[in-house]
């Protein structure tokens, strides 16, 4: 098959999309779970599906947030742990890691201001522009933000400030 990426969808798209397949399967996902989904894939085909996929597996009859949240904590994470755990320790850079942590919890990290720089301990706006070329050549961030989200939530539940 030809690789194919596919641009995000509308979020209010993929809710609906989530609860009619679930629905076609047998199985029901209230609307605040596939909310929910859609909001954490950011529209992106391929979280979406991983998500329902292990959601579609722990549920019985009715998914809900509690069930998207587990699947996301007790399968989907633990899964890909050794993976995370290998890019992590593949990273030498202190402010490279510290840079990953700050823009993994920061809402919308404002990475050369005083504030994140100081709350994350980083060195300088000079240090914070070397790591994230950095990273970016590593392939872990893009735009200021790390494009991979289930590694967001990792770094996000593994290291926090």
Request: proline fraction near 3%; hydrophobic fraction near 40%.
């Amino acid at each position: 098959a030809k690789y194919m990426e596919l641009k995000p969808i509308d979020k209010d798209v993929l809710e609906n999309f989530i609860v009619i397949k679930f629905a076609e399967s047998g199985k029901s996902m209230d609307k605040d779970a596939a909310k929910w989904i859609a909001e954490f894939s950011e529209g992106i085909p391929y979280y979406v599906q991983h998500m329902c996929h292990e959601v579609w597996y722990i549920t019985e009859k009715e998914a809900n947030k509690k069930i998207v949240e587990k699947a996301l904590e007790e399968r989907i994470l633990p899964s890909l742990f050794s993976g995370f755990q290998v890019i992590w320790n593949g990273i030498k850079s202190e402010e490279q890691k510290k840079l990953l942590i700050g823009i993994a919890n920061a809402k919308q990290p404002q990475i050369y201001s005083q504030n994140f720089i100081a709350k994350y301990e980083l060195k300088t706006p000079g240090h914070v522009g070397k790591a994230i070329k950095s990273l970016v050549r590593m392939g872990l961030i893009e735009g200021n933000k790390i494009w991979d989200i289930f590694f967001r939530e990792w770094v996000k539940r593994n290291f926090y400030f």
